[in-house]
C-alpha cells in the first residue's frame, strides 16, 4: 500500500521531487523517482493528490452486479509497446482479449450485424480505409476537421454516420471537432495493435500495485505553484505549503484551462495557447444491471448508428464476495453504454431517469425481436478463460454514485410484463449514470486529436525554467489518451528530472 497521510501532515517539509496528481501518470513518475531516489528516503519524493483516493480516472462501483464494475477505463488499448500491460504482465494478470466492436448496429434499418456481415458491408468498409489510410497521409498538410476531410472524399450519410460511431465516439468528441492533423499524428504513432483485453481484476488492482510504498498526501488541492530558478513552492487551496526541488504536474488539462491551478511567474503565452489547443470532453456510461441475459452469450461491443447510444458493451467477471457491505447486489448481468463529446454534452443535460429510460428504450429496440431468457452461469469462466474469483479487492466505491431502481426510472408495468419484445425494460434492476465532468478534480473523459492542435501537446509538455515539469496524457506526442501514454508521460517527466543535476529551494 502507499503510504497515506493526512493533507496537514508534514506541510512544511522539502522534498527533492513533488508530483501533483496521484492518476497513472503521476504515480508513473514517483514510482520511478522513489526507486532511483531510494524508498528509504522519505523526502525524496511526495505526492500530492486532490482527491480522497489515488488512481485518477481509474475508479469502480460495486452493488450493481457481483463483481466491481469500471466507471473509468475498462479495456487495455493493445497488446504491443504497452508499459501498462507489462505491470499487468509483472502482477501475473489474466486477461481477455476480445474484438472491437464484434457487432454493429443500423438504427435507421434495426439491423444488427455480426462481424462476418460486417466485413461485407461495403459502407462500414469504406468507413475503416478512410481512418486507416490516415497513416499514410501528410502530416503537414493544413488542418480541417475530420467532416470536412469526409466531405471532400464523397462520403454519403451512411459512412458519415458509421464514421462518427465508431472513431469520433471513441476519439471522444464529434467529427466536427476531430482534427485531421492530430488524427494523422496519432495513426504513425500508434505502435501498439488493435487488441482489446480485460483484466481478471479491477484496474485499482494496477493502481495499488505502482502506489506501494509510495509518500502521499490525499485531500491535498494545489492552488498555486511558485517556481524559479532555486526550485518550487507549492501552495494548497487550505493555505499550506510544500516545497521542492522540482515539481511534476500530472493533472488533467481541463484542470489547467479551468484555471484551477495558478502559477507564479505567470505560464508563457506558449504554454497557455497549447493548453487551450487540446480538446477534452466529457465522457458518460450508462451502467445497467439486468436479472437475465437478453442478448447473444459471446457479444461484447456493438457499434450503434442514429442511435442514443453509439456504443454499448458487455462483459462478465468472476464473482466477489466483499463489496455490497452483505446486500445482494441488484443484478447479475450488466451492459454498459458509452458516449462522449457531444452527445455525452446533450445527454448531461437531461435526468439521471431520462437517460436510463432511453438507453433501455435503445436495448429493447435492438434485441427485442431476439430475445431469449439465458441461464446465468455461476461458474468460474469467462470467455473461456478460468479465472479465481477475487476476495480481497478494496473497495474504492465510496458512494460515488446512487443507482436508480426501476421505481425511479419509472417503466410502465406493460413493459415489464413483455419480456420477449421489452426484454431490457423487463429485466432492468437499477443502474446509474457516471458523468465525468462532474468529477471535480477531472472534469471531462480523455483528450482527443484536436482541430488546429499540432504542436500542442510537446508545448504542453515543455518544463518551466528546468524546475516544472508536465506529465499526463494530453502532454503525449502520439496523441495517445490512453492509460499506457499516461504511464509513459509519467516516465518521461521523471527521466528529465533524474537528467539534471541542480537542486535548490526557493
Not at 469502480?60 to 505491470?87: Q, R, Y
Not at 452469450?297 to 454499448?312: G, Q
Not at 476476495?391 to 474504492?396: F, V, Y
Request: aromatic share 8%; proline share 5%; hydrophobic share 40%.
Amino acid at each position: 500500500m502507499a503510504c497515506m497521510a493526512n493533507h496537514q501532515a508534514h506541510s512544511s517539509h522539502h522534498y527533492r521531487v513533488v508530483v501533483v496528481g496521484g492518476g497513472l501518470a503521476g504515480l508513473a513518475a514517483a514510482r520511478m523517482l522513489a526507486d532511483h531516489y531510494s524508498l528509504t528516503d522519505t523526502q525524496a519524493v511526495l505526492i500530492l493528490e486532490a482527491g480522497t483516493s489515488l488512481g485518477g480516472r481509474i475508479k469502480h462501483i460495486t452493488g450493481l452486479v457481483p463483481w466491481p464494475v469500471e466507471v473509468g477505463p475498462e479495456f487495455i488499448h493493445g497488446t504491443m509497446n504497452s508499459s501498462f500491460k507489462d505491470i499487468a504482465d509483472r502482477m501475473k494478470c489474466q486477461m481477455r482479449e476480445l474484438p472491437y466492436p464484434d457487432r454493429y448496429y443500423l438504427g435507421n434499418e434495426r439491423r444488427m450485424l455480426c462481424s462476418d456481415e460486417a466485413e461485407k458491408h461495403e459502407d462500414i468498409q469504406h468507413a475503416h480505409k478512410l481512418f486507416q489510410e490516415l497513416a499514410f497521409e501528410d502530416p503537414d498538410a493544413p488542418d480541417i476537421s475530420m467532416a470536412e476531410y469526409l466531405h471532400r472524399r464523397g462520403t454519403n450519410n451512411s459512412v458519415y454516420q458509421l464514421a462518427e460511431s465508431i472513431y469520433a465516439n471513441d476519439f471522444g468528441c464529434s467529427l466536427k471537432q476531430l482534427g485531421v492533423r492530430e488524427c494523422i499524428q496519432e495513426a504513425q504513432n500508434w505502435i501498439y495493435g488493435d487488441t482489446y483485453l480485460i483484466l481478471d481484476r479491477p484496474m485499482s488492482s494496477v493502481v495499488d500495485f505502482i502506489a506501494k510504498g509510495l509518500q502521499v498526501h490525499l485531500d491535498w488541492a494545489v492552488q498555486r505553484v511558485q517556481y524559479g530558478t532555486h526550485g518550487v513552492k507549492l501552495h494548497s487551496s487550505d493555505g499550506l505549503i510544500v516545497t521542492a526541488d522540482y515539481a511534476i504536474l500530472a493533472v488533467p488539462v481541463t484542470i489547467l484551462q479551468h484555471g484551477v491551478i495558478t502559477f507564479n511567474p505567470p505560464l508563457p503565452k506558449a504554454k497557455l495557447d497549447a493548453i487551450q489547443s487540446i480538446g477534452m470532453n466529457n465522457c458518460v456510461k450508462v451502467l445497467m444491471a439486468f436479472s437475465d441475459r437478453f442478448w447473444p452469450e459471446d457479444m461484447f461491443d456493438v457499434v450503434c448508428t442514429n442511435c442514443f447510444l453509439p456504443e454499448i458493451w458487455i462483459t462478465q467477471y468472476p464473482s466477489t464476495s466483499n463489496h455490497t457491505d452483505g446486500r445482494a447486489p441488484l443484478g447479475k448481468f450488466i451492459v454498459v453504454g458509452f458516449m462522449a463529446g457531444e452527445v455525452a454534452a446533450a445527454a448531461s443535460r437531461l435526468p439521471e431517469a431520462e437517460v436510463i429510460r432511453r438507453s433501455l428504450s435503445q436495448l429493447d429496440e435492438m434485441f427485442g425481436q431476439v430475445s431469449q431468457k439465458a441461464e446465468y452461469d455461476r461458474s468460474g469462466y469467462c470467455h473461456g478463460i478460468k479465472v479465481d474469483p477475487l476476495n480481497d479487492i478494496p473497495d474504492r466505491s465510496k458512494d460515488l454514485h446512487n443507482f436508480l431502481t426501476r421505481d425511479h426510472v419509472l417503466i410502465p408495468r406493460e413493459y415489464v410484463q413483455c419480456p420477449r419484445s421489452r426484454p431490457a425494460s423487463a429485466f432492468f434492476q437499477g443502474g446509474c449514470v457516471v458523468n465525468w465532468e462532474k468529477e471535480s478534480f477531472v472534469r471531462g473523459g480523455y483528450t482527443y486529436p484536436s482541430l488546429n492542435a499540432h504542436g500542442a501537446r510537446f508545448a504542453l509538455a515543455e518544463p518551466l525554467q528546468k524546475r516544472v515539469f508536465f506529465a499526463g496524457e494530453a502532454t503525449h506526442p502520439g496523441v495517445n489518451p490512453c492509460m499506457q501514454a499516461a504511464i509513459d508521460t509519467g516516465r518521461r517527466a521523471a527521466s528529465e528530472i533524474l537528467s539534471l543535476d541542480v537542486s535548490g529551494r526557493l
